[in-house]
């Protein structure tokens, strides 16, 4: 009797452990979180433990670890003087900006993601990164970026259960910007206009550029070769219209009606968020924010963190109905 009970035992348990033996899926305590979605993409993110990372001066390929290639981002984006919590949400930004580049608009036909800012995301590898750094500090700076990084380990952003484009920039100037007013297009139901206190106590929230007649022509007609300007008119310029964010919609310089993002591009202006001032022959724009406002601020991040706010909190702030996922 006592052995056919052993038997009986045996089969009811080698029946109950089939299902775990033969599943490809992580086992979740749904004790201590029942809205774990084991299943939230229809792609395998394990598939991106490696990069193809495209060096933009050499043209060479080279295939890195992803989170090694996160670390140097990290590094080349953000102060690592930030608060930690900064960094760490600059790290799960960064993942799924990467992630989100490879899996939906790849622009490398032999590589992932490059390694240039104008086109990707900034990177630097870690060697010239300790070299840029007091020396006295340099391991101490690189391993906070590595704490940073680990501690976020295989999280990225996502809505709708996809990974989201995780736009970042310097300084929102106090307001973010919506996708619509710089690059056009329907936008991104994640990306609305937030406000964050505390920017304006970092040198990237305002900044000058003064031209004087014959400099401000000169970067004008570059793209518009008929711009004429008379700066004894007092309606010579002219800001015409502001989004809900305080910058630039449409700006007459002259004898053209410009975008603020257009104008910012062609004076190299830190943001499209400016006023304008005639004197003595010079053209001087006040400048708010640094960047083309969209997504994560930096600055904003960090300054979160000084408030005491965790990582997840600041990319839930900047970033509208999103989740952070641990996909790996």
Not at 77 to 91: F, W
Not at 196 to 208: I, K, L
Request: glycine share 6%; with cysteine; charged share 25%.
């Amino acid at each position: 009797m006592k052995k056919s009970f052993i038997i009986i035992l045996i089969v009811i348990l080698f029946i109950f452990l089939i299902p775990l033996i033969f599943t490809n899926k992580r086992v979740v305590d749904t004790s201590t979180n029942n809205n774990i979605d084991l299943e939230v993409v229809d792609f395998n993110y394990s598939e991106y433990s490696e990069i193809k990372l495209l060096h933009k001066d050499t043209d060479e390929v080279e295939k890195v670890k992803l989170d090694d290639y996160i670390a140097c981002v990290v590094s080349a984006e953000m102060p690592v003087s930030y608060e930690l919590e900064a960094l760490k949400a600059q790290a799960i930004v960064a993942r799924t900006y990467t992630i989100y580049k490879i899996t939906t608009s790849k622009k490398h036909d032999n590589a992932d993601i490059c390694d240039k800012s104008t086109c990707c995301q900034a990177w630097i590898s870690k060697e010239n990164r300790l070299k840029r750094w007091k020396e006295s500090d340099a391991q101490n700076n690189w391993n906070k970026i590595i704490r940073a990084v680990n501690e976020t380990a295989g999280k990225i952003v996502t809505y709708n259960n996809k990974p989201i484009n995780a736009f970042f920039h310097a300084n929102s100037g106090g307001k973010t910007e919506i996708p619509f007013y710089v690059w056009g297009g329907s936008g991104y139901p994640y990306l609305q206009v937030v406000e964050t206190s505390g920017e304006d106590a970092y040198s990237q929230y305002s900044s000058e550029a003064e031209f004087t007649k014959e400099e401000l022509e000169r970067k004008i007609r570059e793209k518009h070769s008929d711009f004429e300007i008379d700066l004894e008119e007092n309606d010579c310029i002219e800001i015409k219209e502001r989004d809900s964010s305080n910058r630039v919609v449409t700006v007459k310089i002259g004898n053209l009606n410009l975008s603020g993002v257009e104008t910012r591009t062609l004076l190299g202006l830190r943001s499209a968020n400016f006023t304008v001032d005639i004197s003595n022959n010079k053209v001087n724009f006040k400048v708010i924010g640094y960047g083309h406002g969209v997504g994560m601020s930096q600055t904003g991040a960090d300054a979160l963190a000084k408030q005491g706010k965790n990582c997840e909190e600041i990319i839930k702030h900047f970033y509208s109905g999103v989740e952070i996922k641990d996909k790996f």
